[in-house]
């Protein structure tokens, strides 16, 4: 820990190692990623996945836009994160690289078949792993074969090497999971994802190398937040400058720009915000 600066938290990061850090996670909109449209800045310890329902509040709160669509990048891609867009109804075009079968060399989910009305999944042998147990904490529904069944099963060393008997855990949004795998693998979801590299990628690289956001300038996550607010608004500001010199008439950039009302400087800023939109 920073003795001079206790909220810069430890993050690791493949090619700049373990650092103190801080973290800036935003909203980007227009249908060309024109505009920021929020902007949270947390610990570096906050995990990503947990910012995603308060970086579309700030977005609704200060654009107050609707939100049809949410793209982004696998790391937001949780059971709790896409049951939450479906109860806000918005539709997640978000990769979900963290539901397939986590044991490598063990049989997974896809050599098993769901049996819906039984609430149970059936497996190669023919056998029934039943609901076992139920976490609310990681949202996930455990599965489990009958005991003493495995050991003595033909298929074991392929789907329970130990001997014990096999389980399956099933997250409690992956119905949900499912139906947004199968919209990204549409022209329409690919088409999204592209952009989100192309646009959201671009503005953090431009935040980063010509706004002075790899660094922080100030120590304490609210003066970092301060920073992460006025690099959005240079940069939303010399958007809008270079659209107004392109064209006379108010580009979608300006329109959108033209809604967002500027963060009030309250005490209430840094409280926790709603849990929905
Ligand atoms: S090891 Fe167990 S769960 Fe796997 S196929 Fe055999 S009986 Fe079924």
Known sequence: MSR???????VNRPDFGRHLAY??????????GQVITAAVATTGATADEHLLAEVLWEHRRLSRLGIPEAVADAK??????YRYLDQVGVTAFIPTTRFGNQHTGIWGREHFTWLPAEDAYLCPAGQRLRRNSNDSGTQRIRYQAPKGICLA?????????SGRARSLDRSWALDLVEAAQARLARPLG???????KTYVEGIFGLAKELH???RTRFKGRRRVQIQVWLTAAAMNIKKAARRM???PRPAGALRLLAR??????TATWFLPRPATI
């Open 23 to 32: 973290k800036a996670h935003v909203a980007v909109g227009g249908r060309r």
């Open 260 to 265: 967002l009302s500027p963060p009030r400087p």
């Open 153 to 161: 099963c033909q298929f074991r060393s392929s789907c329970a090497p």
């Open 212 to 214: 002075g956001l790899r």
């Open 76 to 81: 937001y891609g949780t059971g709790p994160n």
């Open 190 to 196: 690919k088409r999204r994802l592209v952009e989100r």
């Open 245 to 247: 010199a392109q064209t």
């Open 4 to 10: 001079t600066d206790p909220e810069a938290t430890l």
